[in-house]
């Protein structure tokens, strides 16, 4: 069955670095895009960067030119590069991936779930 595993969060605090991973596993379809999501308690889930299968990446604008998304298909891993991190950073981020072009998988990737693809579990960080 297809798997997304997250890994890298932790506390950083503000201004610092951390490079999420998400390995897949499970499936061999290069067709897929991929994503990064955040939730923080209480708020909605937020799509704030996505790649497609050309390398073409898209950014929410909370964080563009501060994270940067990447994808090694020889690995199947996909990373999220966070700098300048600040408090409202914080939150659990989740990797997915999706059928869908980088535009529709963050637009609809915030309410419809796994309705537009495969889900990690999330990893927690924190920025204070």
């Known amino acids: 069955h297809v798997q997304l595993v997250e890994s890298g969060g932790g506390l950083v605090q503000p201004g610092g670095s951390l490079r999420l991973s998400c390995i897949a596993s499970?499936?061999?379809?290069?067709?897929?895009?991929m994503g990064w999501f955040r939730q923080a308690p209480g708020s909605e889930r937020e799509g704030i960067a996505a790649?497609?299968?050309?390398?073409?990446?898209l950014y929410g604008d909370s964080v563009k030119g501060r994270f940067a998304i990447s994808h090694d298909r020889t690995k199947n891993t996909l990373y999220l590069q966070m700098g300048g991190l600040m408090p409202e950073d914080t939150g659990m981020y989740y990797c997915?991936?999706?059928?869908?072009?980088?535009?529709?998988?963050?637009?609809?990737?915030?309410?419809?779930?796994?309705?537009?693809?495969?889900w990690g579990q999330g990893t927690q960080v924190t920025v204070s």
């Open positions: 499970g499936y061999s379809d290069s067709r897929l895009c």
């Open positions: 790649i497609d299968t050309g390398g073409l990446t």
């Open positions: 997915a991936a999706s059928p869908l072009q980088p535009g529709r998988l963050l637009e609809l990737g915030k309410v419809a779930g796994s309705a537009v693809g495969y």
